[in-house]
């Protein structure tokens, strides 16, 4: 069994080599002290030669296991076992520490490796000869041989294990039990069949030595066409990796999306595609250069592939990607909001934000093959990059109807307007670095309680914009006043009370009502006791509403100069005891409903649901 390559030797692993090394010494010397003064006859010479030409040969050639040659198992075990019940102990304690040495020393590894892979293969020699004391001569009995190859190979195998998972664990600083768990489970089976081998030889070789070569042939044959069929599983993966993300490449993705729509079609389950695109990615390259850009896109590639039902990720290429998931139109809105989540509070390398946004479309729901499965989560995506961008689309008969030559034109002109108002967004952000994270945070936020309260696709995305901007107005409040760590002063507070009617007010022509309206009156509260205007309960706008929420949620749960943050449950109790009079009960309820499925906090009694209405 190989280990790999130590890069340091902490105390208790040097320990364990200096224990190793005392331990094999007499043995090996034994060993040789014992055939210096019985030496064998030169037919048994020879043959101990030969096996020793074997093992070394198994040694140098080892049988890979994984793709990436990080677990290996040598054949030079069978021969040898082997040796222990043809020869002796002896012989083949000399078999395994000159097959050791000489390949260590052949791959050029560190000399206390080398020390010590060599006194554990001695030792496990030794062992191997155990049961044998015990047993007594096997002489041509199979039954006998076999026997003591399986009782040999287990404690040849447990002296091994237990050495190499010891020097693993002390080195890397991990258990040691999971660690030998997960040897027994990748190589124990390849040491049990190699336990029948070597009395297969064993049994061969007291039969006619010159059966051997009926064994010794196809086995090495075999470590060949593994060796050489792993190395085309290699070259084949490679070819379908991404080499800069490491997830499936274009070649990847259309084979990977036949088979699994043929998959899909055979279970009868739904599949769905979502198309990714990184918003503004030119930005990124042109601001913080191409090496920044292409670690950007390998963090938004990691934070990809987090969810259950993915059957795979891809990129194509640039700045897109596609996810495949096994699932319908409902779960996959779900995993890619968890998406949005891991974007919202992801560090990227660039140390700015990164935002997508995702088209999707479901066979056999919205597509009954391919090429129409993959225009429908094109046309998805189209839409989603033309209304704000950093949204999710699913499609829809109305997302095909709004990409007609007039509609498009009128949201192109729109897009324009929001993508004005989100520029100050960005100015707010740089004047108060809380402010933009908050405000993020608060857009999907305001998104989750939307969809928990089962609104259309496009109420959520005028409820999301407007988190996103419902500080807008902080852009004219002087930055004394919004980075103050402390208290602020009455005309402090009454500069600050005027930000809801100056984001309205910023945002006064850009044709995006309601989402003016709900920013506006942000801050009113259930029992009139808010601001600007002292509205109450259903007089207040439904997003007005909404956003209250979130945005106090999220102010409790942050942590401010002034006080460490609140966890999930201690938030949700402070706003329910404001429902009523601060805040809309409803909304509230919604958002524990929303917390609870994301496990955020328990479940516990819901509060008294009033109807709603959008205002």
């Known amino acids: 069994m190989s280990q790999q390559e130590p890069t340091g030797y902490p105390p208790r692993l ?8 005392a331990l094999a010494t007499p043995v090996v010397v034994g060993a040789a002290v014992s055939l210096a003064l019985h030496p064998p ?12 030409a074997l093992a070394l040969l198994a040694e140098l ?41 000489v390949a260590q020393v052949v791959e050029r590894k560190p000399f206390e490796r080398t020390a010590f892979n060599t006194a554990v293969y001695a030792l496990s020699a030794f062992a191997a000869a155990l049961p044998i004391f015990v047993l007594g001569p096997t002489a041509e009995d199979p039954v ?21 998972s010891l020097a693993i664990s002390f080195h890397q600083g991990i258990p040691v039990l999971p660690l030998l768990k997960e040897e027994v489970r990748l190589v124990g089976p390849a040491f049990t069949i190699q336990a029948f081998l070597a009395a297969l030889a064993a049994a061969l070789w007291a039969t006619d030595p010159r059966l051997l070569v009926l064994m010794a042939g196809p086995l090495f044959t075999v470590t060949l066409y593994q060796r050489s069929s792993l190395a085309s599983r290699r070259a084949t993966r490679d070819a379908h990796t991404d080499s800069l993300t490491l997830i499936g490449n274009n070649r990847a993705y259309e084979l990977g999306l036949s088979t699994a729509l043929e998959a899909a079609t055979e279970r009868r389950a739904q599949l769905s595609l979502c198309l990714v695109d990184v918003d503004d990615f030119k930005q990124i390259n042109d601001t913080y250069g191409h090496p920044l850009g292409d670690q950007v896109l390998v963090e938004i590639a990691g934070l990809l592939r987090a969810e259950s039902d993915c059957v795979g990720t891809f990129r194509f290429g640039g700045d897109e990607f596609a996810m495949l998931m096994s699932c319908g139109e409902r779960q996959a809105r779900s995993h890619v909001e968890a998406l949005y989540r891991r974007l919202s509070s992801a560090q990227f390398s660039h140390g700015a934000s990164a935002t997508v946004s995702v088209g999707v479309a479901t066979f056999p729901v919205q597509a009954t093959d391919v090429e129409t499965l993959e225009r429908a989560a094109d046309s998805a995506l189209y839409w989603a990059k033309h209304n704000g961008k950093n949204r999710f689309c699913a499609y829809s008969p109305a997302v095909a109807e709004a990409q007609a030559p007039e509609e498009l034109e009128r949201r192109i002109e729109r897009q324009a307007r929001l993508r004005a108002a989100e520029n100050l967004i960005r100015v707010v952000d740089a004047k108060d670095e809380y402010t933009g994270a908050h405000s993020d945070r608060v857009a999907l936020l305001v998104e989750s309680i939307a969809r928990q309260l089962e609104l259309d696709d496009e109420q959520v995305e005028q409820l999301k914009l407007a988190g996103r901007l419902h ?21 402090e507070e009454h500069q600050l009370a005027h930000h809801p009617e100056l984001g309205a007010s910023l945002l006064d022509g850009m044709d995006i009502r309601p989402v003016d309206v709900w920013i506006k009156h942000h801050h009113e509260h259930w029992d009139g006791s808010g601001y600007p205007h002292g509205l109450a309960g259903e007089e207040i706008p439904f997003g007005s509403r909404l956003i209250l929420v979130a945005d106090a949620y999220d102010a409790i749960t ?24 601060q805040f809309d009960p409803a909304v509230v309820a919604a958002l524990q409903a929303h917390l609870e499925s994301a496990g955020l906090v328990a479940p516990r009694e819901l509060a008294t649901v009033v109807e709603l209405r959008v205002a």
């Open 14 to 21: 040097r320990a364990l080599i200096a224990g190793a090394l």
């Open 144 to 164: 006998a041989i076999t026997v003591a190859a399986l009782l040999g190979g287990a404690a040849f195998v447990g002296v091994n294990f237990a050495f190499i």
């Open 41 to 52: 006859g030169t037919a048994e010479g020879l043959a101990v030669l030969l096996f020793l």
């Open 471 to 491: 500080d807008l107005g902080k852009i004219a409040i002087p930055d004394r006043v919004l980075q103050k760590p402390g208290a602020l002063t009455p005309h």
């Open 558 to 581: 942050t942590d401010r100069s002034y006080r460490d943050a609140a966890t999930p449950e201690e938030a949700l109790t402070e706003l329910s005891r404001h429902a009523g009079t």
């Open 61 to 101: 050639k080892p049988v890979p296991l994984e793709e990436d040659d990080l677990s290996t198992v040598s054949l030079a075990f069978v021969f040898i076992l082997a040796s222990v019940i043809l020869f002796g102990w002896q012989e083949a304690v000399l078999v395994a520490t000159v097959s050791a040495f």
